[in-house]
């Protein structure tokens, strides 16, 4: 990626607190405010690599507002987390999940069929049913598999279904807020939706596109620009699924993904994490050595349902002090006993939230919008960044799925 790049420009916002959807029941928050930020910003513009460096350091974005959580005084810290895209190596269930969807796409229902529970069998690109003597089995390999039964990958046959995957820049359509409004209805019993929200949350981003530079040419499924993107999931045509992805310099980090419940039963979730680590897979071997990890938005030990995120590995926890990379099983044995946790310094670590105390120190002193140059080498002119210790930072900083 060049180092020469757009200027972000951000106005910072005073950090607030609100209630928490995590500790509570089903489609309710807490009663009282438990949440809190440690800052907050609304970018007008923000260039992939300062975004990139933000995540680092424990910020997300909503749409285009940006914010940091307080770990040590909301009631669920939330950690960023990553996961090793180049290590990973998928489990037997997992392997079997992408196995199952192939086989329905290849060959649609098949009743009374034996769910394969690994990838030397029953491969998705082969037909079960033929299997000959001397036919060598096939090994699972993730970059492959995922794509199976795409239609643009299956040559030698024609499949029950048509299933396509299409990765286009995040832009609103009816088709899309159609699924929106299934998927939260259905899923999450929320009927409260409307257009703006949708575009605000899941369609409008900050990010400055980029190319990406692939020294041997660009691979047709892959992306040409760095940026925010809509991940279409179709089946004979109609739009089954959306994953929402920002794919930056060192990751593809996941915001959301939405899909229509009559296809719950081949978890989708799930399948759509798998294809976001072979994205980042196959962005790295077409010559972006910078390209290793899938960030997950935020870890929650303390909410249960939050927990399938530690479920790829090997995933690891940003420190919120040091915001140096730790690996989750060790920073779990650290959770377990405590509410707050530094894995860096553990002395640190807090047994209860700490008390309010008033304005956090990355919000003093920012109600100026600011403009800092976003890449080494930029010069942005006479308005080029004079920040002070707060608006460093939110500029140098530190997503969903959402956390």
């Known amino acids: ?21 995590y500790c509570s029941p089903p489609g309710e928050r807490s009663v009282t405010k438990s949440s809190y930020h440690a800052a907050e910003c609304m970018p007008m513009q923000l260039s992939c690599r300062i975004y990139q460096e933000m995540i680092d350091r424990g910020w997300r974005r909503s749409g285009k507002y940006c914010y ?11 950690y960023t987390i990553k996961l090793g895209a180049l290590e990973f190596k998928p489990s037997k269930s997992q392997r079997k999940l992408v196995n199952r969807w192939n086989r329905f796409v290849i060959h649609g229902e098949q009743k009374g069929e034996e769910e394969t529970m690994d990838g030397t069998q029953g491969s998705s690109n082969h037909d079960t049913k033929s299997k000959g003597k001397g036919r060598a089995e096939h090994v699972f390999n993730l970059t492959d598999d995922v794509h199976a039964s795409e239609a643009s990958f299956v040559k030698d046959h024609t499949p029950a279904h048509r299933f396509e995957v299409i990765l286009e820049p995040s832009t609103y359509t009816p088709e899309k807020f159609a699924l929106y409004c299934s998927y939260q209805e259905q899923i999450h019993n929320d009927k409260d939706k409307s257009k703006n929200g949708f575009s605000r949350f899941l369609v409008h981003s900050p990010l400055v596109q980029q190319p990406i530079e692939y020294p041997d040419g660009r691979p047709p499924h892959l992306p040409a620009t760095y940026g925010s993107y809509h991940q279409l999931y179709r089946l004979d045509g109609e739009l089954i699924g959306m994953g929402v992805i920002d794919i930056l310099p060192h990751c593809v980090s996941s915001v959301y993904f939405m899909y229509e419940k009559i296809w719950e039963r081949f978890s989708f979730g799930k399948l759509s994490a798998l294809r976001e680590i072979a994205l980042a897979k196959e962005i790295h071997d077409a010559g972006v050595p910078g390209m290793q990890y899938v960030y997950l938005g935020f870890y929650i030990h303390s909410c249960q349902k939050m927990r399938y995120k530690g479920d790829y590995s090997p995933s690891y ?23 707050y946790a530094s894995f860096a310094h553990p002395d640190h670590s807090l047994v209860e939230p700490a008390p309010s105390a008033g304005m956090s120190e990355a919000g003093i002193q920012l109600s100026s919008t600011t ?19 707060g608006e460093r930072a939110l500029c140098r900083g530190g997503r969903a799925q959402h956390g």
């Not at 940091?68 to 939330?78: A, E, M, T, V, Y």
């Not at 976003?374 to 004079?386: F, K, N, T």
């Open 1 to 21: 990626m060049s180092v020469n790049g757009p200027i972000s420009i951000l106005s910072p916002l005073r950090p607030h607190d609100s209630t928490c959807g």
């Open 68 to 78: 940091k959580p307080d770990l040590r005084r909301s009631c669920c810290p939330q």
């Open 371 to 389: 403009v800092c140059s976003a890449d080494e080498g930029s010069r942005p002119g006479p308005s080029r960044c004079r920040r002070g210790a």
């Open 317 to 339: 926890l940003a420190d919120p002090e040091e915001h140096t990379w730790h690996p989750l099983e060790q920073c779990r044995l650290l959770l377990d006993k405590n509410h």
